[in-house]
């Protein structure tokens, strides 16, 4: 059985809860102006990386293929790899 002390302290937490997360997505807001400020004043449009030098290599697909049907071709096979992990696993588990 919880005792007194336990069901205040559940309380409580419970009670400071939501005003916490009011604080926190009040600081992401101001977060996020920050960073737009910023943004604006080096001189960029949008958040985020700044874009690559002309000339400097797309970043790696790590994997997979540039054509689409290639790729769809990797994701329907790496599927059928995992599944039949998957079916080999829960065979090891049930012998």
Partial sequence: MKTNESTYTQMGMAALLPG???ILDIVQREVEGLREQLAGLQGRKKL????????EP???NRGWPDDPEA??????RRMRVAAKRRRAEAKAVAA
């Fill in 58 to 60: 797309k970043s790696q």
């Fill in 71 to 76: 790729r769809s071709q990797e994701m329907r």
């Fill in 20 to 22: 916490m997360v009011h």
């Fill in 48 to 55: 985020g990386r700044p874009p690559k030098a002309p000339g």
